[in-house]
Nanobody, 125 residues
């Protein structure tokens, strides 16, 4: 499945952004989805994941209470709402998908087989 992420930008600390990721396949509802981020010089890290139904979500500790992942299977789109942003949230954000036989989430980079191109989030202090 081809993924396209957008919605990044420059925001001041404490601000909000909503990232979107649209998939090309009509079978989107059969894929678990995740968001990851990568800052310069650092490894790609897990941010949030959702099961194929959207009923199950999971967050990295750094995202809990501030970020919300959701999906609209009718629109083939997964979202990541970013609130209370901090300068340390600055990174390229990637969405990813993986075929899911059950309604569960995945949080490892190696679990995902398709990746979007990334959208840059920059938080100024």
């Amino acid at each position: 499945v081809q993924l396209q992420a957008f919605g990044g930008g420059l925001v001041q600390a404490g601000g909000s952004l909503r990232l979107s990721c649209t998939a090309s396949r009509r079978t989107f509802s059969r894929y678990a989805m995740g968001w990851f981020r990568q800052a310069p010089g650092k490894e790609r890290e897990f941010v949030a994941a959702t099961s194929k139904s959207g009923h199950i979500t999971y967050y990295a500790d750094s995202a809990k209470g501030r970020f919300t992942i959701s999906r609209d299977n009718a629109k083939n789109t997964v979202y990541l709402q970013l609130n209370s942003l901090k300068p340390e949230d600055t990174a390229e954000y990637y969405c990813a998908s993986t075929w899911a036989y059950s309604d569960t989430y995945f949080r490892r980079v190696s679990d995902y087989h398709s990746w979007g191109q990334g959208t840059q989030v920059t938080v100024s202090s």
